[in-house]
């Protein structure tokens, strides 16, 4: 005889977060592909690089850092404002939420806007070397990953302004907090190897 046989009520089942969750296992495997992904990316840029006599090639410029170090800061630090916001919601503190993802949105959509102003300042496009179609390929790349991040806060904070998330349903905010920093520590890797690189002989 079951439960509803007998008339009596089952207890509601209690939601699930964390490495409990299968969504949060899809995420974490949808990261391990991804990262994978960037690894080939930048084995590749070294690949053509050890077999270049001249890294860059003659006539183009080395990256600089007068754009990028500002929006390197931005990137990396827009984790403190998510980690706070899914710290938050733990608590059930909905107001820190959506003032966390607010900020972190706003801080990576500035590193958007200033990598995209940098593409176009540095006097040189993808098809004009090896070196400058592996550079586009990885920053592009990861760009796209940003735009991608933007996207799902901007879903979150929407869904937060609904009221969607408390102190025991919040597995979206995890999830989307951790694909964000996952995109920043890849950042931390793909600086290094296309900003950092070019001056170590």
Same mark, same amino acid.
């Given at each position: 005889?079951? +439960? ?26 949808? %990261?391990?592909?991804? +990262?994978? @992904? /960037? ?6 840029? /070294? ?13 183009? !410029?080395?990256?600089? #850092?007068?754009?990028? =170090? !500002? *929006? ?6 827009? $984790?403190? !404002? ?6 938050? =919601? ?13 900020? *972190? ?7 958007? %806007? ?6 176009? &300042?540095?006097? /040189? ?12 390929? %990885?920053?592009?790349? &990861?760009?796209? &990953?940003?735009? =991608? ?6 879903? %979150? ?7 969607? /998330? ?11 907090? @951790?694909?964000? &920093? #996952?995109?920043?520590?890849?950042? =931390? ?7 950092? $690189? !070019?001056?170590?002989?």
């Amino acid at each position: 005889m079951t +439960a509803l046989d007998s008339g009596l009520t089952l207890p509601p089942a209690r939601p699930v977060s964390g490495s409990r969750a299968p969504a949060w296992w899809g995420m974490l495997c949808l %990261i391990a592909t991804e +990262a994978t @992904l /960037f690894v080939l990316l930048i084995f590749s840029y /070294f690949y053509l690089r050890w077999g270049s006599p001249n890294w860059p090639p003659q006539g183009t !410029p080395r990256p600089e #850092f007068t754009v990028i =170090i !500002p *929006a390197t800061v931005l990137l990396l630090g827009s $984790s403190a !404002p998510v980690m706070w916001a899914e710290t938050a =919601i733990r608590r059930g503190r909905q107001n820190v939420l959506r003032l966390g993802l607010s900020v *972190a949105w706003l801080m990576a959509a500035v590193f958007v %806007i200033l990598e995209l102003w940098e593409w176009s &300042h540095l006097g /040189f496009g993808p098809q004009s070397s090896q070196y400058a179609s592996i550079f586009f390929t %990885i920053t592009g790349l &990861h760009l796209a &990953h940003v735009s =991608i991040a933007l996207l799902m806060s901007a879903y %979150i904070q929407l869904r937060a302004s609904r009221g969607h /998330f408390d102190a025991q349903h919040f597995l979206a905010v995890e999830n989307v907090a @951790l694909y964000w &920093h #996952f995109v920043d520590v890849v950042w =931390i890797f793909v600086f290094a190897t296309v900003y950092i $690189s !070019p001056y170590v002989t």
